[in-house]
């Protein structure tokens, strides 16, 4: 279906390559080194007037309007920017135009095309890559007003269903369990043992709560290499040991170490030169904390089967309320159809009403040179005023009715000429 963005009809274009329809490793092949130059180059070959091209990790999508938007030219640009042969970028891009595309964008803002459903992170990528795109001049009325209008169904989405609440991963589930084990978390000393991708989820989370805290590794390389990328002071292994004996109040571990880091006996001799308690998040498969010093007095051990239980609870909730999310988004589809076939109405009216403008400036200057000096300037001023009110008042119901009629009418463009030709004017 061809969304009018203009007088002329304007086609909605989205062509994307994501988790859902390329694994990571071939993903990463489509993603624009060069984004300000990517919408350059689509700009000028594709037959676009706009242009925002949104990049995560876990998707590359273009999105543009034209006249005639050229698909092909659009794939060849995109497989010349990122020296890819065409038919491997034919056979990952999928492409949507039209109601589709509006309606991909949409579940996107909603969450609902997110690999997490109802993650919030997607929300603030797409408002990042829209302000991108219209600082540089790349986004212009049609994608400013669209994407703005799915940014707002986006948040709308959010706050009448469910669909963002509850964490979804273990990382953040487990930081979520702490804060509210501790009234005062920010107060406590707090360990990280790992450096791969499931301590780098428990740092991201504590870095968001802006929460200090150590982070150890078998290496201490590894640590500090971890530390500068993601978050974190960095520490020995060995010192971080140590610093069990006395300071740390709350541990997270996620290893794939093959063996016990914290052992019944190890953790027992600790407790006895401690006189506060401590908390154990184990969450390494396989586990590395010994379960029997969930026995030990003063320690307080979760582990990731107990997580990963309240994790799919959650996943499962979010999951009910995706119906009630496509419910809100096919009534804002509506909308937006509706939204856009107005806006497809304003420059031929704005030219109605220009031209009559034209004309009663016209009439009002011959009237005023037949009267001469016979009026004074607040005269003029009343005669003036009074020319304004005849044209708006001849012309405001049917420009309304006109309006109305864009939004119930399949035969747009047809209806635009109908309207031109009635007043006896040329498209703008």
Known sequence: MTLYLGVQSSQFVNLRVTFKNSPIHILEKFAFKDIFGAHQYLLNSSELQECIILQTCNRVEVY????????????????????LPIDEVENNVITNDGEEAVRHLVKLTSGLDSLVIGEDQILGQVKRSLEFSRKNGFAGPNLNVLFDKTIKIGSRVRALTGINKGSTSVGSMAVNLACEYFDDIKEKEILLIGSGEGASLIAKSLKQRNMRFFVTSRTFERARSFAETVAGSPIPFEAALEKLNENIDIVFISTVAPYYLLTYERIANMMKNRNKGLMIFDL????TVEDRIAMLENIKLVNIDQISEIVEKNVGRRKKEIQSAEKIIDEEIITIKEMLKRKSSEPAIITIFKNADSIRNKELKKALSLIGNR???NDVKILEQFSYALVEGILSTPMNNLRKEFSNNKNENELINLALKLF?????
């Open 64 to 83: 543009g309007v034209g006249p005639n938007p050229q698909i092909e030219s659009i794939i060849r640009g995109w497989s010349a920017l990122i020296d």
């Open 284 to 287: 390494s498969n396989p586990r």
């Open 375 to 377: 009026m004074n300037e």
């Open 424 to 428: 006896n004017y040329e498209k703008p």
